[in-house]
């Protein structure tokens, strides 16, 4: 089975709002994005809207072709937003208003009744339910025990590791998560950070089923255009670590 690649398109959302004009439309973005491979658009609606807008979720609800992967902070706010639009997946982050990005995944140990509240609610509405967390096993497990049907896997410290040791104790606290995950029967994502360089590791561990890859890609898109950019990032992970 080849890995799914998630387009996340927020920051095409950021140019937009730099203006506060109508574009580039993150929308037609996503659709470029389908057109050159991608088997996932990922948004993540923020609370402070600084990015993607409630439009943004409407249109490409009616407009996504593949699956649409919605991240989103874990309140009752954002899941009633979620059961009008329904995506297929909603991601469930930490979300806090003066971060520049997502900087670590959810604990979700020590949240295991109010995250099962949430998951719930998501899953009566018929969207699966992924966890956002660092490649912990006891984070893995939680997830499963909240009734997750994925975990995402945090990928910025192996990112941020300089090649050599560090960067391979990061690998293998990857590989050891995405395997716990597994094996409890959950899907396995993993995001933050991956750029053309140091995807190859990360597309190469079998239990991952899924890259959700949005900056270095919407960076690269500037100056190559979009569909190019998406398709040299299917052509990186498919080629071996
Ligand atoms: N996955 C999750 C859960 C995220 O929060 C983000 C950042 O929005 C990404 C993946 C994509 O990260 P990057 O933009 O660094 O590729």
Known sequence: MSQRLGVN???VATLRQARKASYPDPVAAAALAELAGAGQITIHLREDRRHI??????ILRETCQTLLNLEMAATQVMVKIAYEFKPDVCTLVPERREELTTE???DVASQREALSRIAKNLKDGDILVSMFI???VDQVRASHKVNADRVELHTGRYCEAKRGRDRDRELS????AAKAAAKLGMGVAAGHGLNYDNVGPIAGIAEI???????SIVSRAVLVGFERAVREMVERMRMPG
């Not at 807008?53 to 409407?58: A, E, G, I, N, V």
């Not at 606290?173 to 050891?176: E, F, G, N």
């Open 53 to 58: 807008q409630d439009r943004d979720l409407r």
């Open 104 to 106: 670590g995944g959810l």
């Open 173 to 176: 606290r990857l590989v050891d």
């Open 209 to 215: 089923d899924e890259l959700n890859i949005g900056h």
């Open 134 to 136: 660092d490649p912990d």
């Open 9 to 11: 398109v927020d920051h």
